[in-house]
């Protein structure tokens, strides 16, 4: 009778104990946090950097990949304009992407990237302005709210606007866009430009995107298209963007004009003291060569 009661106080407490156990985890699960699948935008460490955004070594934020649910490609592929690759082409035919125009007609695409103002932009509006030629003007977050010694940015955006020329998307941060898999991630990388470029009174952001350096995938093609952006490439360019670093003028213009060729789209940065320098010289051959400058709006 003794070791009976005994066997059912034992069960009742091994009873109990689980009760408690369960109830235990019930809570603690009750109360755990969810996993969320997203892009996570954390900030560097380093927030002294003032790498010039054309240099993209380090910048201010890093994307955290995240799966991509599309099913679309998420491999980056580096553009370059001395070579077509037909994958690479049918992928820009696909998403409304244009890296020449008319290549039956003499024509140019003139377009400037401006990651930073480097004192420049003026002499070249000045130029564009005395040769009466549209242009192209691809601006990062940073140029249009930063300042140079002292003088800010919006009113060259201001001047660009008035005197005829296309201001285009280059990203907020100038990173590589297919690292940003979630879209609205991506999504902000030209809506905080766009924003920045409306809110400017006088002036709008038209819808081409030119992707930093280059790169592309399939999957921020068609994040850029879904957006509503023509995503913006080159047939024409050479090694510009460091002002530390710039080319013989008079090189620089024989290696312009020698791979001119009918449709293309130029890509100049605006940092570049040599691409102040030739402008003017370059315009006026290229004009007596039988080309006529078109805007982007223009394109095929």
């Known amino acids: 009778m003794l070791l009976k009661k005994l066997f059912l106080c ?11 156990s369960n109830s235990s ?21 380093d927030t002294s950097d003032k790498q010039p955004l054309d240099n993209p070594a380090k910048l201010p934020l ?9 099913g679309l490609q998420t491999k980056k592929i580096g553009w370059s304009w001395k070579y077509l690759l037909k994958s690479n082409a049918d992928l820009l035919s696909k998403y409304q992407g244009y890296a020449f125009g008319d290549i039956t007609s003499k024509e140019i695409y003139l377009t400037f990237d ?7 932009t003026a002499s070249i509006l000045d130029t564009l302005k005395a040769n009466n030629v549209q242009a192209a003007f691809f601006v990062t977050g940073p140029f249009v709210t930063g300042t140079f010694n002292g003088v800010n940015n919006i009113d060259l955006v201001k001047r660009m606007s008035s ?17 940003f898999i979630d879209e609205n991630a991506f999504n902000a990388e030209l809506t905080g430009v766009q924003s920045a470029v409306d809110s400017i009174k006088g002036t709008k952001m038209s819808k081409f995107f030119r992707p930093p350096m ?14 509503g952006y023509k995503s913006i490439f080159f047939s ?13 003028p008079l090189m620089a213009k024989q290696t312009l004009l020698k791979e001119t060729k009918p ?21 006026k051959e290229w004009k007596l060569q039988g080309y006529k400058f078109k805007s982007l709006n223009e394109l095929p």
């Open 236 to 248: 024409l360019a050479y090694n510009d963007w460091d002002p530390k670093n710039q080319p013989d």
């Open 163 to 179: 005197e005829g020329h296309l201001i285009a998307n280059h990203s907020v941060h100038h990173k590589s866009m297919p690292s």
């Open 214 to 227: 280059g790169e592309f995938s399939e999957l921020s093609l068609y994040y850029t298209q879904k957006l």
């Open 25 to 45: 985890l019930n809570l603690n699960t009750d109360k755990a946090p969810k996993k969320i699948n997203q892009t996570i935008i954390e900030p560097s460490q």
């Open 114 to 120: 401006e990651g930073y103002e480097n004192g420049f």
């Open 62 to 70: 890093k994307p955290v990949e995240v799966p991509n649910i599309l």
């Open 263 to 283: 449709g293309m789209i130029c890509l100049l940065h605006a940092v570049s003291k040599t691409n102040a320098l030739i402008l003017d010289d370059l315009i």
């Open 10 to 20: 034992f069960s009742l407490a091994l009873v109990l104990s689980g009760c408690a």
